[in-house]
């Protein structure tokens, strides 16, 4: 089980924006900083967003992202049938030496 | 710009051994932090492993802790991950990649392409 939790799916039409959400819910592992990441099958995962807000140069303006409190969402407005992927939230923490953990991943269908 | 390759992925018999290999080219390994992260079929990414660019802080999910090491080469600008005691549960895709501080944390900004473990009898 993920210590952050992203919902397994999410769907959207061509042009729409759509959210997905990642929640470090009640946490014990300090303030989380949040990236974001998208993969596509068979392929490595590639960084869209970190600092829980900036893009990477390259990172279409169209990919965004936000935190609150031990959440984060990331927000794709415009949504293209290239953006159909996997997407998962990861946070570093500090606590013994530190480490990641991940959400569980969103996949993403553009209808 | 830095690449990662990793390699040694193969099949293994449960409670075997085998060691991943992760080199870096287009920059100095030894400038950097660096972590493994692996990917069950069809399942999500698993951090298993970081080691700090000075090389004296090395920490393991729980789920590899004393039977997982990593290690480097810096004349080959090499990472390694040296695996024992073997379990089907570590058939995963393994993911060598580079990590970077900006602002108020880190990200992961490069990663290879990743190099396959089978372990099944």
Same mark, same amino acid.
């Given at each position: 089980?993920?210590?952050?939790?992203q919902?397994?799916?999410?769907?959207?039409?061509?042009g729409?924006r759509?959210?997905?959400?990642?929640?470090g819910?009640?946490?014990n592992?300090g303030?989380l900083t949040f990236?974001w990441?998208?993969q596509?099958?068979?392929?490595a995962p590639? #960084?869209l967003?970190?600092?829980?807000s900036?893009?990477p140069s390259g #990172?279409? =303006?169209?990919?965004?992202?936000?935190?609150s *409190?031990?959440?984060?969402s990331?927000a794709?407005?415009?949504?293209?049938?290239? =953006?159909?992927?996997q997407?998962?939230?990861?946070?570093?923490h =500090?606590s013994l030496?530190?480490?990641?953990v991940? *959400?569980? *991943?969103?996949?993403l269908?553009?209808? | 710009e830095v690449q990662l390759v990793?390699s040694?992925g193969?099949l293994?018999?449960p +409670?075997?051994?085998?060691?991943?290999?992760?080199?870096?080219?287009g920059?100095?390994l030894?400038?950097?932090?660096?972590?493994?992260?692996?990917? /069950?079929?069809?399942? +999500?990414?698993?951090?298993?492993?970081?080691?700090?660019?000075s090389g004296?802080t090395?920490?393991?999910?729980d789920?590899v802790r %004393?039977?997982?090491a990593?290690? $480097? %080469?810096?004349?080959?600008n090499?990472?390694?991950?040296?695996m024992?005691?073997?379990r089907a549960? %570590?058939? /995963? @895709?393994?993911?060598?990649? $580079?990590?970077l501080?900006? +602002?108020?944390g880190p990200y992961?900004d @490069?990663w290879g392409k990743? &190099? &396959?473990v089978?372990?099944?009898s």
């Amino acid at each position: 089980q993920s210590v952050l939790t992203q919902p397994p799916s999410a769907s959207g039409t061509p042009g729409q924006r759509i959210t997905i959400s990642c929640s470090g819910g009640t946490s014990n592992i300090g303030s989380l900083t949040f990236s974001w990441y998208q993969q596509f099958p068979g392929t490595a995962p590639k #960084v869209l967003i970190y600092s829980n807000s900036q893009r990477p140069s390259g #990172v279409p =303006d169209r990919f965004s992202g936000a935190k609150s *409190g031990t959440s984060a969402s990331l927000a794709i407005s415009g949504l293209q049938s290239e =953006d159909e992927a996997q997407y998962f939230c990861a946070a570093w923490h =500090d606590s013994l030496n530190g480490g990641w953990v991940f *959400g569980g *991943g969103t996949k993403l269908t553009v209808l | 710009e830095v690449q990662l390759v990793e390699s040694g992925g193969t099949l293994v018999q449960p +409670g075997g051994s085998l060691r991943l290999s992760c080199v870096m080219s287009g920059g100095t390994l030894s400038s950097h932090e660096m972590n493994w992260v692996r990917q /069950a079929p069809g399942k +999500g990414l698993e951090w298993i492993s970081f080691i700090r660019r000075s090389g004296n802080t090395i920490n393991y999910a729980d789920s590899v802790r %004393d039977r997982f090491a990593v290690s $480097r %080469d810096l004349a080959q600008n090499s990472l390694f991950l040296q695996m024992s005691s073997l379990r089907a549960e %570590d058939t /995963a @895709v393994y993911y060598c990649v $580079r990590q970077l501080w900006s +602002g108020p944390g880190p990200y992961m900004d @490069v990663w290879g392409k990743g &190099t &396959t473990v089978i372990v099944s009898s």
